[in-house]
């Protein structure tokens, strides 16, 4: 079976602290939820969190829906988004089975990359890492006034915004997510395509604005 693996890189730096950190807990609950309704998604989704603050690390290793619990995380310290995407690459590495001539190998990963700042550490050493890597598609949500989503364009050209990184934003977001989730498992599943570009997956809500 090919599965379509997902990465959810989740900003737990100290600017974080409070409502935004709570909220991202709940919405990641939420997306599992939502998705282990969707019978497309079950078969092929596999989730993984990685956080990162003043270091980044892989809380939830690449797991499949049924089996997925989240794990306590607390917002502390700096944001080291450049360790995340170098760390986010080594676990693809790993993690995720290449095609070969005897078999298919697993869907191209998804990565949704969720930040409330401005990355502390050498991020483009991180992004030469990541850019060697062949993903389907990567998401970045600026949440708040303090992300500088012109910075996540040079990450992917797919960016979000939220306008705060308040509860009912953060919500929203990970709505989107699973929506988008569960739309890239039934094209895999039923068309064996990829998704490829923003106008593939649901309508962001009206908390998310595209930046173009």
């Not at 270091?55 to 989240?70: G, N, R, Y």
Request: aromatic share 6%; hydrophobic share 40%; charged share 20%.
């Amino acid at each position: 079976m090919r599965r379509l693996p997902v990465y959810l890189l989740l900003d737990t730096s100290g600017s974080m602290t409070g409502e935004p950190i709570e909220a991202v807990k709940n919405g990641v609950q939420v997306m599992i939820s939502s998705l282990r309704q969707n019978p497309q998604a079950i078969e092929t989704a596999f989730i993984s969190i990685i956080t990162f603050d003043s270091e980044a690390k892989q809380v939830v290793p690449l797991t499949d829906l049924a089996s997925f619990q989240m794990v306590d995380i607390r917002a502390t310290g700096t944001t080291s988004l450049g360790e995340a995407l170098k760390l986010v690459s080594t676990c693809m590495d790993n993690e995720v089975t290449k095609t070969t001539a005897e078999q298919k190998g697993d869907w191209k990963p998804l990565v949704f990359i969720m930040t409330d700042g401005i990355p502390t550490d050498d991020w483009q050493l991180g992004l030469e890492e990541f850019r060697k890597r062949k993903t389907a598609f990567t998401v970045a949500c600026a949440a708040g006034s303090a992300a500088d989503s012109a910075l996540l364009k040079q990450i992917t050209e797919n960016v979000v915004s939220l306008d705060t990184a308040d509860s009912q934003s953060i919500a929203k977001f990970f709505t989107w997510v699973s929506a988008s989730i569960g739309v890239s498992s039934t094209k895999v599943e039923d068309g064996g395509q990829e998704v490829t570009g923003m106008g593939e997956l649901p309508p962001p809500p009206a908390e998310l604005n595209i930046v173009t």
